[in-house]
């Protein structure tokens, strides 16, 4: 279940998750992406190079290829380069510009760690507490781990950059918010695995440029509260790659992997910037009527129309060709 909670820990609000199941048809499904990474890889054997602790610090491309300089590896060549590497990708700053130029800060900054043996644990349910601006959550893992999420609003991104200013900031956010915040706390200053970042989406015209293409998020980031960033990753992939596989070259492929994508995902994008106030609504009223329309997901149907869209793909996915035995070599 979602639980919403007040001061006290006393339930005020919440759902149980086969509202998720309902507003998408019965076709929801929740993993935790490093499982589905090692499905991914697993799946890869022995027919794609991998190399790991490395990272691409150039890139320059020409009519009949692309040169890739890395950090630690040499040089080398590439029929093509696809940048997976997310909001802050490398790729997308070396091949089309700084990230100000594609970034939307949607408001918010997000922190998550994760908590060894903290109490109390609750089962199979992600329990929420709200103060205006402020939202707390967290949820039993396995191995009697505990997540724990943190959005805060904010007008502008927060630049602190160590942990150490990290944990300060949200500390001094939480100290007096209430409920488990004093515990929650002192399970911070023991994390040693601190994800702390700015809630922003990245919109761009085109996300292909030469020999060079982007996806997932360094592509269109739909931004991390909606929760979708794997699948629609996955999507674009798919459709990149089907691309690839039938048309004449490339530049066919990158446009028309871009003319069925792009007004999809800038209709998520939109869907998750409308959504994004529920998350750590900014005064009390705004809690106050966020509990009421969650409370009302129990009713048949509201749930579907209130969160329905952000859930649900729908789009019309190219059929898989039959892909050639040895395609062209690329980096990403």
Known sequence: ????????????????????????????????????SAILYRSLGDRVETIFGD???????????????????????????VGADGLHSVVR????GPESGFERFLGYTVAAFTAPGYRPRDEDAYVLFSVPGVQIGRFAMRGDQTMVLIVIAEDAPVTSESDEDRKQYLATRLGHAGW???????????????YFDRVSQIRMDRWSRGRVALVGDAAHCVSLLAGQGAALALIGAYVLAVELARSPSHVEAFDAYERLLQPFMREKQESAERFAGSFAPRSSLGIFLRNVVVNAFVIPGVARLAIGSSLADRITLPPEPLLPEQGPSAAG
Do not use: M, W
């Open 1 to 36: 279940e979602v639980r919403l909670v007040n001061a006290s820990g006393r339930r005020v609000s919440g759902f149980d998750a086969r509202v998720f199941a309902e507003a998408t048809s019965g076709r929801y499904t929740s993993l935790p992406r490093s499982e589905l």
């Open 55 to 81: 990272s691409i610090t150039g890139i320059e491309g020409d009519s009949s290829g692309v040169g890739v300089r890395f950090e630690r590896s040499a040089p080398r060549r590439f029929d093509l380069v």
């Open 180 to 194: 488990e915040c004093s515990a929650i706390i002192a399970a911070l200053e023991r994390s040693r695995d601190l």
């Open 93 to 96: 700053k070396l091949a089309f």
